[in-house]
């Protein structure tokens, strides 16, 4: 992969990742469309993904030595699990077995059929659709102090769709929180944390997997890609809690429609090709 479509890659995932417009599917169709003319392919979005997942350390840092505390010591202090933020590491936990199990399940798929930009497109808009639909009639009054075993679990289902490219991970979490009635801030910034496990655990296999094949993916580049998506996913996230906080996702679904409608045109016409 030439260096420079690895950086504009690396801008593309960093500025996505956390917007409910999915990130996955601006690399599928981004690649095409660049010189090279190539889908980037699962392996590469998962390791830029990496990048994108520090900067939620980063940013969540002092929230997540909070809960690595209280959820260690719940381990040996069943009292503690009472505790919200010992609550919440458990919830995580659980939280990702669903797109654990489910993307260990579906692994081809996920890296072959499931990327048909005929799919990609329509899930950007249905999704999108119920983003909407969501954002506007859901009651936003529950907070993560008041997150339960049930819907923790619903929260990772959500995830897991985003094993499809055009969901989002960000957006399907959002939309399953927005439903069960948490506030915009409070479903967007579990999304962020729920996300910590399994994007760590799919771009660390990702990467093992590369280095052990007689056809690895580019490592600077990669790597270019990587670094660039945490310093811009830093700066998304500081903007989008911010956003978030005061008004709706309404932009975020007209850009869903709009850009899963143009996919689809560009189908139509043989620009782009489905696979």
């Known amino acids: 992969m030439p260096w420079l ?22 690399l599928r169709i981004l690649g095409p ?7 980037p392919g699962a392996a590469f979005t998962a390791i830029t993904q990496l990048g ?11 929230d997540i030595a909070r809960i690595l505390v209280r959820w260690w010591g719940s381990i040996t202090q069943p009292a503690l699990r009472r505790d919200p933020d010992a609550r919440m590491g458990w919830l995580i936990l659980v939280g990702t077995l669903p797109i654990a199990a489910l993307g260990l399940l579906f692994k081809d798929a996920i890296e072959t059929s499931l990327r048909h930009l005929a799919i990609t497109a329509t ?38 769709m985003a094993l499809i490219p055009g969901v989002s991970r960000s957006g399907g979490t959002i939309t399953a929180g927005l439903l069960m009635g948490y506030t915009r801030e409070a479903a967007a910034r579990y999304s962020f944390l729920l996300a910590l496990p399994a994007v760590a655990a799919s771009g660390l296999y990702q990467l093992a997997r590369s280095a052990g094949t007689t056809t690895p993916i580019a490592a600077g580049p990669t790597a270019l890609a990587t670094l660039i998506a945490f310093g811009v996913g830093y700066a998304v996230i500081v903007w989008f809690l911010k956003l978030v906080s005061t008004r709706g996702y309404r932009p975020f679904v007209l850009y869903r429609i709009a850009l899963g409608a143009l996919v ?12």
């Open 52 to 62: 994108t997942e520090a900067a939620v350390l980063v940013y969540f840092r002092h």
């Open 123 to 160: 899930m950007l808009i249905v999704f999108g659709l119920l983003l909407g639909w969501a954002d506007r009639r859901a009651p936003q009054t529950r907070t993560l102090r008041e997150l339960g075993w049930g819907h923790g679990l619903v929260f990772g289902f959500a995830q897991a």
């Open 264 to 275: 689809l045109l560009l189908l139509a016409t043989g620009v782009l090709a489905p696979l």
């Open 33 to 39: 469309l660049l010189p090279s003319g190539t889908d």
């Open 5 to 26: 479509e690895a950086a504009i890659l690396g801008i593309v995932q960093g500025l996505t990742e956390f917007l409910p417009v999915s990130s996955s599917a601006h």
